[in-house]
C-alpha cells in the first residue's frame, strides 16, 4: 500500500478488546518501531524486556 494511502487512512482508537496479540504480530510490530529512525539522534531506540 501506498504511504500516504497508509497515512491518511490512519485512525485513533480509543476503545481496546480484551484478545491476545500474537507473538508473531507483536514482534513485528516491536520490530518495525526498532528500525524507525528517531528525531535528531542516530541511536537506536531499545524495546527492554517486551516479553516478561
Not at 494511502?5 to 526498532?34: T, W
Request: charged share 35%; no cysteine.
Amino acid at each position: 500500500m501506498e504511504f500516504y494511502k497508509v497515512v491518511n487512512r490512519r485512525r485513533s482508537i480509543r476503545q481496546f478488546e480484551e484478545r491476545e496479540i500474537p507473538r508473531e504480530v507483536l514482534e513485528r510490530i516491536l520490530d518495525a518501531g526498532l528500525k524507525s529512525p528517531l528525531l535528531q539522534s542516530s541511536e537506536k531506540m531499545g524495546a527492554g524486556n517486551a516479553y516478561r
